[in-house]
């Protein structure tokens, strides 16, 4: 089956450690991407890469980075710097950049820094 | 500087009627729309999409509507059920750019 796998579901932390989350797509998509949502808030997005071995900052990128060093992954490391880590994040993918495609998303993973 | 907005966080439906969702943006390079259903704790769910050369786009029973001249569009659902209770997010996306541009959802619940 084809789609967007992001692991693990939930995640626990303690405060100043830095976590990894992992985003895969089977879709043969070029663009990815990583978006936080917030209680009563839109997704913002994190970073996005339109093809392998680059990636751009969005809105909100303080405090994470990423890689893509396979068309099909690309995770995304919350590190200590950022400062309200607890989210939901997700990971999305399309198969262009062009605005004529549309955006499919993984089932998110619940990050909870304690 | 938010450039899609949904000014209703919330709305209550019966079941059978119809349901109006509404999302307007600031920024006239958008030419593409999308709109999203999310449950609590899964990642959006595509509804139906719908480009800047047409004004109407229809899928089953949701139809989106396009008013360029407001910036305004609108997802409309009829006859509304209960399972369509979620979490609505309006998106857009300009053709020289490459991120899509979401708003703040409106979490429509329909009563039985």
């Known amino acids: 089956d084809g789609g967007i796998t992001q692991s693990p579901k939930y995640l626990f932390r303690k405060e100043g450690q830095n976590v990894t989350l992992s985003c895969e797509q089977n879709l043969n998509h070029d663009a990815m991407y990583w978006y936080r949502q917030d209680p009563g808030q839109g997704l913002r997005l994190i970073y996005y890469s339109q093809i392998v071995n680059d990636f751009q900052k969005g809105d909100i990128a303080e405090g994470y980075s990423v890689s893509r060093e396979k068309k099909e992954s690309f995770p995304l490391t919350v590190t200590s710097a950022q400062k309200n880590p607890t989210a939901f994040y997700l990971c999305a993918s399309r198969p262009f950049s062009g605005s004529r495609y549309t955006q499919y998303f993984g089932p998110g993973t619940r990050l909870t820094v304690l | 500087d938010q450039q899609v907005k949904q000014n209703s966080p919330s709305l209550s439906v019966q079941e059978g009627r119809i349901s109006i969702l509404n999302c307007d943006y600031t920024n006239s390079m958008f030419d593409y729309f999308l709109w999203y259903k999310k449950y609590p704790a899964e990642g959006p769910t595509f509804l139906i999409s719908?480009?800047?050369?047409?004004d109407k786009n229809e899928d089953g029973r949701f139809t989106v509507f396009l008013n360029k001249s407001a910036k305004h569009l609108s997802l409309h659902i009829v006859p509304s059920q209960p399972g369509d209770s979620a979490v609505y997010f309006c998106a857009a996306s300009a053709d020289t750019g490459n991120q899509f541009y979401f708003g703040t959802g409106t979490s429509l619940t329909v009563i039985p």
């Open positions: 719908i480009s800047s050369i047409k």
